[in-house]
């Protein structure tokens, strides 16, 4: 449905369906996407011609995109009208007995202004990896040494000594108290405890001797 230039685009539900009103003859669809294309359409030459004919005879220069993978075909017309009578003459149409189906495709709209694709904002930009060059001036934040901040521990360690008994959990009427009494070792005793050597075991050649 085409409205006038002054209407603006709108979206309204009639008949419990979604109708779209355009604002200009541009904002329709100018292509259409042709599926359930049978595979010899991409394999022959000649199936290939005699499908395309039945666009050309709409409109003569027209741009095919053939979807092998897909089985569509994707037909680029120059005016709305010839996208829709393409639709009407396809939809339904048996084609070397498989029977072809074609919706609108939405219109692409290319920049004016360049052809290539703009660079991420620059807030996004540090997230690109490999990260690009940061802006002049920019300097990295160090980062705060770690504060520690519990002083019950610290208190309790200032106040354990190894040659005293340490009360570990303070009992109460349901809980034992645990208390920690350390062990006094003797002056004579060895530093460490010495472990009993494994012998090798003996080579074949020594056996044989």
Not at 34 to 41: A, C, F, L, N, R
Not at 120 to 140: A, D, N, R, T, Y
Not at 159 to 172: L, M, P, Q, R, T
Request: aromatic share 8%.
């Amino acid at each position: 449905m085409v409205a006038d230039n002054s209407e603006k685009s709108t979206k309204s539900v009639a008949n419990g369906s979604l109708i779209s009103t355009v604002s200009s003859k541009d904002d329709l669809p100018n292509a259409i996407i042709v599926t359930q294309v049978p595979e010899d359409v991409f394999d022959n030459k000649e199936d290939k011609a005699n499908f395309s004919s039945l666009f050309t005879q709409i409109e003569k220069d027209i741009h095919f995109d053939f979807l092998r993978s897909f089985r569509r075909v994707r037909v680029i017309f120059s005016s709305p009208e010839n996208a829709t009578a393409a639709k009407l003459i396809v939809q339904g149409f048996s084609f070397k007995g498989h029977e072809l189906k074609a919706f609108f495709a939405q219109r692409i709209y290319m920049s004016a202004n360049s052809q290539m694709l703009s660079p991420p904002p620059l807030e996004k930009q540090f997230l690109i990896s490999p990260p690009c060059s940061p802006p002049v001036g920019w300097e990295q934040t160090k980062d705060m040494p770690p504060v520690v901040c519990n002083f019950d521990l610290m208190a309790r360690l200032a106040s354990f000594a190894i040659d005293e008994k340490y009360e570990v959990h303070n009992g109460d009427d349901l809980t034992p108290t645990i208390v920690v009494h350390p062990c006094e070792t003797p002056i004579d005793i060895p530093s460490a405890l010495e472990m009993p050597r494994t012998p090798r075991p003996s080579s074949p050649a020594e056996d044989a001797e």
